[in-house]
């Protein structure tokens, strides 16, 4: 590896371990083994190459979203809900886990307006391939007013479960509740 991938893979370890705040130019040094010139190099600042850290670090936890690496329930359907909110719901469950870091970065946002800007691009990548978790296909083939609607409800879904989590995972949904909740939201719906 180059000094660009260690000092990547440095930044992600201290991310895990002290966070966005408390992570320093030094700390990313010393644990990838390289020198301070080097972030400004390939990365511009200490911010950016930890927002590069953040992003593939979640763009890798996806992964997971997928278990075992196929879905079993069918596009669309309740059983494929209650199947992708289990998965994201069991990366949460690690009390060092990358969402505790992601509701750091939330909170900090307004003081870190470069970094913000950076990770809202990579939210709507975010929205996009969330969307097939749950609808099927091809992440090139969702058109952008579904990206708008569908990709940004189901984010704000995973927001609001990140910060249940955080708070307290003892009282935190689990996928069966969020899939009998969405049950009744339609049942409401047929009502009307």
Known sequence: MGHREDLLEGAKRCLLAKGFARTTARDIVKESGTNLASIGYHYGSKDALLAQAYIEMVEG?????????????EPGSLERFTEVWSN??????????????????????????????????????????????FQGGREEDVPEETVDTLGYFYLTLMMGLMAQWTFDPKSAPEAEQLTEGLRRVLDDLKRT
Do not use: C, K, N, Y
């Open 61 to 73: 936890i996806s992964d997971a979203f997928v278990a075992g690496g196929e879905l079993q329930g």
């Open 88 to 133: 994201i719901i069991a990366t949460m469950r690690d009390p060092g886990s990358l969402w505790r870091l992601s509701m750091e970065i939330v909170v900090m946002g307004d003081q870190l307006p470069e970094v913000r800007d950076h990770l809202a691009r990579a939210q709507r990548d975010g929205a996009r391939g969330i969307v097939t978790l």
